[in-house]
């Protein structure tokens, strides 16, 4: 998992299974951040549609913004104004494209995961330092 700026620039990496479901990544991926400000706004697809992650990142001080599943049972807590800022969610795509440009992290040929999340930071590091 990764967060990202406005401008498409890593704050945070995490490397995981792929077992777990991704709400129950968020917390771990956010203590990992590069940064030391808690940002301000989250933007999610429909997989972050939880009222148990929305009140832990209240609770935080971080607003969650993610559309809601089309099968949810509970009263709607997103409305349209704040669903506009999902429009810029593509720029956490943009940030992965970046990453895919070196070939090691593209097609992981690495046995440990450390080694191969040591690589990720290595292309985050190299994107900040193009950007800067």
Not at 28 to 41: F, K, Y
Not at 106 to 126: M, P, S, T
Request: hydrophobic share 40%; aromatic share 8%; proline share 4%.
């Amino acid at each position: 998992m990764a967060v990202a700026d406005i401008h498409g620039l890593p704050l945070a990496i995490h490397l995981d299974s792929a077992a777990p479901h991704e709400v129950t990544l968020v917390q771990p991926t956010l203590e990992q951040r590069l940064v030391a400000e808690q940002p301000q706004r989250l933007i999610g697809d429909k997989a972050y549609d939880s009222d148990t992650l929305d009140e832990q990142l209240q609770e935080q001080g971080t607003q969650m913004i993610a559309p809601h599943k089309s099968n949810r049972k509970k009263v709607k807590t997103q409305d349209g104004r704040k669903l506009r800022r999902y429009r810029k969610r593509w720029k956490i795509e943009r940030l992965w494209a970046w990453l895919q440009n070196f070939r090691r992290i593209l097609v992981r040929q690495d046995y440990l995961a450390e080694n191969y999340l040591g690589f990720v930071h290595l292309g985050c590091i190299k994107i900040l330092l193009r950007c800067f």
